[in-house]
T-cell receptor, first 114, second 115 residues
């Protein structure tokens, strides 16, 4: 079984500040990990994914995440927040099973203030 | 290239009525997914298709939900009859192939309100 825990349903930062969104996973098989962003009334868009290559993964819009097996974590970071980063962020896990069955966390809403 | 298209975007119905959602995946994508997203939650997989075959429908409530993907392209998800608890966003996604790592592309969803 696989699961994802996202700590903090809401995270507030000031524009220009560091963004840190936390994700911890549980998986009985080697995990593949994903971060998606969802803007209001839109579908999910892939930010980045870890697929067992480099543990530090760079994604779109300046985001990156680091896979830490010892901590079972895959936290999302961005050095400097922009107003346009305000959205809902979802972490998801899948397993190396030959097909993709994403199990999503409950999401973290990022609020960016001027 | 067009993304995943879903219609309608919004639907309001009374309980016990039927409702259907339509999805057109990205051209050439063989794998199609339907997800349910409740308010304040992450999406949950309902059903996955490989071409026209439903290969994982274990989470689909089959007493009232049905889905089809004729000719392995467009797909329709139906609820009959709808219940108050079915109010949610129904997302469709597609990927090029069945793979553990392939990117899923999501449509904008259909927001269903059951009164």
């Amino acid at each position: 079984a696989q699961s994802v825990t996202q700590l903090g349903s809401h995270v507030s930062v000031s524009e220009g500040a560091l963004v840190l969104l936390r994700c911890n996973y549980s998986s009985s098989v080697p995990p593949y990990l994903f971060w998606y962003v969802q803007y209001p009334n839109q579908g999910l868009q892939l930010l980045l994914k870890y697929t067992s290559a480099a543990t530090l993964v760079k994604g779109i819009n300046g985001f990156e995440a680091e896979f830490k097996k010892s901590e079972t974590s895959f936290h999302l970071t961005k050095p400097s927040a922009h107003m346009s980063d305000a959205a809902e962020y979802f972490c998801a896990v899948s397993g190396d099973t030959g097909f993709q069955k994403l199990v999503f966390g409950t999401g973290t809403r990022l609020l960016v203030s001027p | 290239e067009a993304g995943v298209v879903q219609s309608p975007r919004y639907k309001i119905i009374e309980k016990k009525q039927p409702v259907a959602f339509w999805c057109n995946p990205i051209s050439g994508h063989n794998t199609l997914y339907w997800y349910l997203q409740n308010l304040g939650q992450g999406p949950e997989l309902l059903i996955r298709y490989e071409n026209e075959e439903a290969v994982d429908d274990s989470q689909l409530p089959k007493d009232r939900f049905s889905a089809e993907r004729l000719k392995g392209v467009d797909s329709t998800l139906k609820i009959q009859p709808a219940e108050l608890g079915d109010s949610a966003v129904y997302l469709c996604a597609s990927s090029a192939r069945q793979s553990s790592t392939d990117t899923q592309y999501f449509g904008p969803g259909t927001r269903l309100t059951v009164l």
